[in-house]
């Protein structure tokens, strides 16, 4: 069984710090997605790596997948209030369509 | 998570009742994934189905529960008998099925069991 877990679980921090949340996995996937998801909503896609070791920009959110294609980090600069939410990694197994979702890292970003 | 769409948002009923709700997915997207959450926690996968095919119900519990997805129509995520352990988030993603393609979720289904 593949299983992703998340880390830290919960993550409560000033406005204007650095954070990075990790995903990690014993097994490879094809490819890895986050989302994030608030309160009362279902998750939003924020991006998809594909390929061992890439990195994806996305304003102010850094994204990595590593080597192996067995883990990734969301890394965020200068947190918001607004980057408040759950985040979720998801992989899909190679062979599989199948996505698998982390545990989620709940992100408390206080003003 | 745009054109996934997801109904009722919420969903109240009774113990012993029959739960059923409903995802139509992203236009042109044939595939559809059913996930529960919990409260507090991630998102459990239950089913993946194409049109008229359950490819993977690895996760649907043995009993009560069913899903499918017709050529025509939305597709259903069915549970008998509901009790309270039922109660929790439902969510339907869609894709277009082909290889390292995204998952586009709907905003849930939250079923309460009085």
């Known amino acids: 069984t593949q299983l992703l877990e998340q880390s830290p679980q919960f993550l409560s921090i000033q406005e204007g710090e650095n954070l990075t949340v990790y995903c990690n996995s014993s097994?490879?996937?094809?490819?890895l997605q986050w989302y994030r998801q608030e309160p009362g909503e279902g998750p939003v896609l924020l991006v998809t790596?594909?390929?061992?070791?890439e990195v994806k920009k996305l304003k102010r959110l850094t994204f990595q997948f590593g080597d192996a294609r067995k883990d990734s980090s969301l890394h965020i600069t200068a947190a918001q209030p607004g980057d408040t939410g759950l985040y979720l990694c998801a992989g899909d197994p190679p062979g599989t369509y199948k996505y698998i979702f982390g545990t989620g890292t709940r992100l408390k970003v206080l003003a | 998570n745009a054109g996934v769409m997801q109904n009722p948002r919420h969903l109240v009923r009774r113990r012993g009742q029959e739960a059923r709700l409903r995802c139509s997915p992203m236009?042109?997207?044939?595939?559809v994934y059913w996930y529960r959450q919990l409260p507090e926690e991630g998102l459990k996968f239950m089913v993946y189905l194409q049109k008229e095919n359950i490819i993977d119900e690895s996760g649907m519990p043995k009993e009560r529960f069913s899903a499918e997805f017709p050529k025509e129509g939305p597709s259903i995520l069915r549970i008998q008998q509901v009790v309270r352990g039922d109660s929790a988030a439902y969510f339907c993603?869609?894709?277009?099925?082909?290889?390292?393609?995204?998952?586009?979720f709907g905003q849930g289904t939250r079923l309460t069991v009085v």
């Open positions: 236009k042109g997207h044939s595939h």
């Open positions: 993603a869609s894709s277009s099925g082909q290889k390292n393609t995204e998952a586009f």
């Open positions: 790596v594909v390929t061992g070791g």
């Open positions: 097994s490879v996937f094809s490819s």
